[in-house]
């Protein structure tokens, strides 16, 4: 059974820093293309971060890049989420994905039920 399994969401300020982490099992991580997402209350589903199969180079939405950073670790099946200089609109469910696509963000076959972040003062 594949399980995705998220933490570290929390409420922090403007300005701060947090890490995500998603356990992976039941696949072997190194097969996979691997994203995040997130939604917010009253918006879609947005895809933020991704990482193809092979590949330790990440892609980013444009509302993240610079300011978060993704890795995988394949011999951890794991992959973290490292946010930094958060803003009130970064608040939202995160969810990890993993998928056996080649149009990393999109085609993810597996997905987490999601950690929660708050921005706020």
């Known amino acids: 059974q594949v399980q995705l399994v998220e933490s570290g969401g929390a409420l922090v300020q403007p300005g701060g820093s947090l890490r995500l982490s998603c356990a992976v099992s039941?696949?072997?991580?190194?097969?996979?293309?691997v994203s995040w997402y997130r939604q917010a209350p009253g918006k879609e589903r947005e895809a933020i971060a991704c990482?193809?199969?092979?590949?330790?180079?990440?892609w980013y939405a444009s509302s993240v890049k610079g300011r978060f950073s993704m890795t995988r670790d394949n011999a951890l099946n794991t992959m973290t989420l490292q946010m930094g200089n958060l803003k009130f609109e970064d608040a939202a469910v995160y969810t990890c994905?993993?998928?056996?696509?080649?149009?990393?963000?999109?085609?993810?076959?597996?997905w987490g039920k999601g950690t929660l972040v708050t921005v706020s003062t």
């Open positions: 994905a993993a998928g056996l696509s080649e149009l990393c963000p999109k085609g993810m076959d597996y």
């Open positions: 039941g696949l072997t991580l190194d097969y996979f293309a």
């Open positions: 990482i193809n199969t092979g590949s330790n180079t990440a």
